[in-house]
């Protein structure tokens, strides 16, 4: 099972990777050898802010190859899937699967995306709550809320339901939990708050600090499981029973240890036009072994929550960790100019 990193721990790991100075990267291994020479790059993300750093990392990675890489394009996934497929998108640094497997496959699959390695394993999602409420009232279950007296516990507007802090439409999650409201009998006692949920979160945060009750979804690595810490703050809620909407209804999301939070565990993963990967060995080749850390995300990500958000805040975070693995990223260069040849 992977577990959430402590706000200490990632402070640690922050201080490690050099992401609270200055620190620029050095200049990798000279080598005139540009495979890119001549290509144009257009790169994707979804309205996710802490994304850019990943995405900035290939980028970088494959500007040293030569290539002449746009500014990235904001795209939902669904839509960001679907331009990828067609040529309107290069890549895309956050394909989460199997989350995002309905995108692949409606998109035109392999066929029409090139999808090879894992860019950062591990990634895990599901409902949490304060965990003061939890060891109250002995509440270790999403089912629980079907018990409109555990329900009301977090209800922020009076109207007698559970407020969940849910997912942005567009993202693949809503739809997960949108299936699980009716497979576990939730509607008449839950409701799902969506919108945009930096805001959503960001509420919730609030009323944590004011001692009120929070029921909410996330996902990491991601900066909220180093505000709200797992096992310190809040609790993670298994589910009754695995249930997932289409295709995977039958695949079992129990974890390793025996939990069951509702969702499989997820890698990310970089996909690319297909037609492009073909004709770009060295990029195909760059996409299918670069690797980044969930703790590494995450470290980035809160320095992002502590006020180091700007275009060039984050441009310094990718140089650093750049810098911190000069000799992993000279290798990957290395070995994607070797595919060109």
């Known amino acids: 099972m992977t577990h959430v990193t402590t706000p200490k721990t990632l402070r640690g790991v922050t201080a490690a990777l050099g992401l609270s100075t200055a620190l620029l990267a050095g200049p990798a291994l000279a080598d005139n050898h540009m495979p890119g020479d001549g290509v144009t790059v257009i790169p994707l993300k979804s309205s996710i802010a802490e994304e ?23 795209l939902e996934y669904a839509a960001g899937h679907v331009a990828i497929a067609n040529g309107d998108g290069t890549f895309m640094a956050d394909h989460w699967d199997p989350l995002h497997i309905d995108f692949f496959q409606e998109a035109g699959g392999a066929e029409k995306i090139y999808r090879e390695g894992v860019y ?45 802090s849910g997912c942005t439409p567009g993202w693949g999650c809503e739809k997960v939990i949108e299936h699980h409201m009716t497979a576990y009998e939730l509607r008449d006692t839950v409701t799902h708050n969506q919108g945009s949920y930096s805001a959503i979160i960001a509420d919730t945060i609030t009323r944590y600090e004011n001692g009120d009750p929070i029921f909410y979804y996330t996902w990491t690595p991601y900066w909220v499981s ?22 995977r209804e039958d695949v079992d999301t129990s974890l390793p240890d025996g939990s069951n939070y509702g969702f499989q565990a997820n890698d990310q993963r970089i996909i690319a036009n297909r037609e492009f990967a073909e004709a770009n060995p060295a990029a195909a080749k760059l996409f299918s072994i670069m690797t980044l850390s969930s703790n590494d995300i995450s470290a ?23 810098a911190g693995h000069q000799d992993t990223w000279n290798a990957w260069l290395e070995e994607a100019r070797a595919a060109a040849e």
């Open 52 to 74: 850019t750093f990943q995405t900035m990392l290939v980028m970088k990675a494959l500007e040293e190859l030569g290539y002449e890489v746009e500014d990235i394009k904001e």
């Open 120 to 164: 950062s394993p591990g990634a895990l999602q599901g409902y949490l709550i304060d965990k003061k409420t939890a060891e109250e009232y002995g509440i270790t279950n999403l089912g629980q809320f079907q018990d409109p007296e555990i329900a009301k516990l977090f209800d922020t507007n009076g109207d007698g339901t559970a407020d969940l």
């Open 300 to 322: 980035q990500n809160l320095k992002m929550r502590e006020g180091e958000d700007s275009e060039a805040d984050i441009e310094r975070h990718t140089e650093a960790w750049i």
């Open 226 to 247: 180093g505000v709200l810490v797992p096992g310190e703050d809040v609790v993670w809620l298994n589910v009754p029973f695995s249930s997932l909407p289409g295709a």
